[in-house]
């Protein structure tokens, strides 16, 4: 979820992470307890600027988060449903409805745990408290992802799940809000909970710079009018962000463009499914 996890910020729940929210509870994706009024206001005002981008065939936000967002379920519903993810860390969920969404569909055999800031996490604790559909396999916990160990790391998290199933790490709307150090000590991070794990998968969103980064630049700008901080487009290509993600330490790694999936998900389409990659980068199993 994008919000406001800048180094050196603070955890507040950016317009942008408002907005969001409320797109996933509009379009059936989270429990309308996870809303909020800032989110319907953002997006009744942003409506008008959406419906006109539609029209002219242009990228508009709504329908670039919706389908960023169904890859990446996609990508985790076919782990899952292979056996190779029985565990779940969404980092800097804010207000995603995956993990509601998922517990709801996969029961007990899966273990789902939001990963956030204090602030942040203990607003979710009590949102999801709200929906009254919340089970003992899904839980919120405050970890800072740019913590190395000790309480409120990754790390630290890590050691309460369990070592024989695979675990699937997601960062959403995340990394294009760090400069590329500090992404690629993130990832070499994950690689080093993950390998603890049968299987290791990592899930993102990312934008890319070079030669299509006109169509990026017109996304990111759309995510700047909301965002106070700089938005970083790290790589040139795919090639370029594989190589970094492999040096990190995953074994494989793979970007695809959300319309790489045109004809299987709906709101893979357009070019607002052309704005941006889908990282699913794996460290073993």
């Not at 396999?137 to 199933?165: I, Q, Y």
């Not at 074994?251 to 699913?280: V, Y």
Request: glycine residues 10%; proline residues 4%; contains cysteine.
């Amino acid at each position: 979820m994008i919000r406001e996890l800048l180094p050196g910020g603070s955890d507040r729940i950016s317009p942008t992470a408002h907005y969001t929210g409320y797109v996933w509870v509009r379009n059936g994706l989270s429990h309308p307890a996870l809303a909020t009024n800032a989110g319907r206001l953002f997006y009744t005002a942003l409506a008008p600027a959406n419906a006109t981008s539609a029209r002219l065939g242009q990228p508009h936000l709504e329908h670039y988060l919706l389908a960023r967002h169904e890859v990446i379920d996609h990508l985790l519903t076919e782990a899952i449903d292979q056996g190779r993810v029985a565990q779940v860390v969404e980092v800097a969920a804010g207000l995603s409805g995956r993990g509601w969404r998922f517990t709801r569909r996969y029961g007990d055999a899966l273990t789902y745990v939001e990963a956030d800031l204090p602030g942040m996490a203990d607003r979710k604790r009590r949102m999801l408290r709200a929906t009254g559909e919340r089970g003992a396999n899904h839980r919120v916990e405050d970890v800072d992802a740019m913590r190395d160990s000790g309480p409120g790391s990754l790390a630290d998290l890590a050691t309460s799940l369990d070592p024989s199933k695979g675990l699937a790490i997601i960062t959403e709307g995340l990394v294009n809000y760090f400069d590329i150090a500090s992404v690629q000590t993130m990832w070499s991070r994950f690689t080093d909970v993950l390998s603890g794990f049968p299987a290791g998968l990592y899930l993102s969103d990312i934008h890319l710079g070079g030669t299509r980064s006109r169509l990026n630049q017109t996304a990111v700008t759309l995510l700047s009018a909301f965002v106070r901080g700089q938005v970083h487009l790290h790589f040139t290509g795919p090639q370029d962000a594989e190589a970094a993600l492999r040096k990190a330490g995953f074994a494989d790694a793979t970007l695809r463009r959300p319309d790489d999936f045109a004809g299987t998900l709906p709101h893979c389409t357009g070019r607002s499914a052309r704005a941006n990659h889908i990282i699913a980068a794996s460290t073993g199993g």
